[in-house]
């Protein structure tokens, strides 16, 4: 099927009607989209002003940059700034702000930062430069199986001049946090299709044992309306399941290469998240094996702290207890040209989203 079939006006105007009809059958609910690329696409889209009264679209903590830690940023912008080091990090965490600066500000201080676009890149800048290379490896599932496989490629090669600053993170431990909050209250999930696309369909089984269904869902128009309409159906039915809607990207026990890769690169540690605080087994670690690239091992970097910068809601607004436009900063102090906040400076953070497309009517 071409894309255009994924964006058929009269398919969608008939699942809009379906949600309309199913929705009179429950009362308000919640349901949240995990993942900013679904952020940008419902905001992008106006999926948002398409639904009923009663179903409320709540965007979670699914940007990876907007969840890497203040503190992570501090040292690694400190360690850029020694001049010891090449920082390579990946463009969309160039301007989120840490307590003291950004790499962007370090950069303008005269710090070695290169905006590369995968970790291959920073191993092949390694290769032709005698300078250390740190890599900031952040990310969900969906990246990581990239960084580990340069991790193995620079180990087998004995490269000694790259490193890695590991803040990766993992999407399930974090969905189960949301849920074990009482303050926080989601009917259901929109799961996300690339993060699944590794980890498969099966990986959310503590959302059905906590009574909350999920659907699986991709990033066309009428993937995302098809993914509300299965939840609803789901409530509507009071049946907990985990659907999987992408199926043509996503399996039931996802992709078995990238998962060896990763088992064989990291082991599971507690993690803090930005703005929401420590989440057990969330984050990843290199194994003792790979400790000669842990770059946290290398320059003994401890980076630890929860904050975030005065007057910023991300967290409640990454937990979905608030929409962006309730952020006292939102929008005056605070827009993607001068972000306070992690969640406006990313491409895909919920309040760059609502800023650049506007939240419910
Ligand atoms: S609008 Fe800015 S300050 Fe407010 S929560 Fe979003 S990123 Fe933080």
């Given at each position: 099927m071409d894309s255009a079939a994924f964006n058929d006006p009269s398919a969608a105007r008939a699942l809009i009607d379906k949600i309309a009809g199913l929705a009179a059958r429950l009362p308000e609910v919640r349901l949240m989209e995990v993942c900013g690329t679904h952020t940008m696409e419902i905001g992008r889209l106006g999926i948002r002003q398409l639904l009923p009264g009663n179903v409320r679209l709540i965007s979670g903590p699914g940007c990876p940059v907007c969840v890497t830690p203040a503190a992570y940023i501090d040292a690694a912008v400190e360690l850029a700034l020694s001049r010891e080091v090449r920082m390579a990090t990946f463009g969309d965490l160039f301007r989120v702000p840490g307590n003291r600066r950004s790499f962007a500000q370090a950069k303008a201080a005269g710090a070695d930062i290169e905006v590369v676009t995968s970790p291959r890149a920073a191993l092949d800048g390694a290769r032709k430069s005698p300078r250390q290379v740190v890599f900031t490896?952040?990310?969900?599932?969906?990246t990581t199986p990239a960084t580990a496989a340069v991790v193995k490629a620079a180990a087998k090669e004995g490269l000694r001049n790259l490193s890695f600053f590991v803040a990766h993170r993992l999407v399930p431990p974090a969905i189960d946090a949301l849920m074990a909050d009482p303050s926080i209250r989601i009917g259901g999930f929109l799961l996300p299709g690339h993060v699944s696309a590794i980890i498969g369909a099966d990986a959310y089984g503590t959302l059905v044992g906590r009574g909350v269904p999920g659907v699986v869902t991709g990033f066309e128009a009428l993937d995302i309306l098809a993914g509300i309409c299965s939840l609803l159906d789901l409530l509507v039915a009071k049946e907990v399941a985990v659907k999987n809607n992408y199926p043509r990207v996503v399996s039931a026990r996802g992709n078995p290469a990238a998962l060896r890769l990763m088992e064989e690169v990291y082991e599971p540690e507690d993690a803090v998240w930005r703005g929401i605080g420590m989440i057990p087994r969330s984050g990843l670690r290199l194994r003792k094996e790979f400790a000669a690239y842990d770059a946290s091992v290398r320059f003994g970097l401890k980076p630890d702290g929860v904050e975030v910068p005065r007057g910023c809601s991300c967290g409640s607004v990454l937990k979905g207890v608030i929409p962006p436009e309730e952020c006292l900063l939102f929008g005056e102090a605070c827009t993607p040209e001068n972000p306070v906040g992690p969640c406006m400076v990313s491409s895909e953070g919920s309040c760059a989203a609502a800023f650049r497309y506007g939240g419910r009517p």
């Open positions: 490896a952040v990310g969900f599932e969906t």
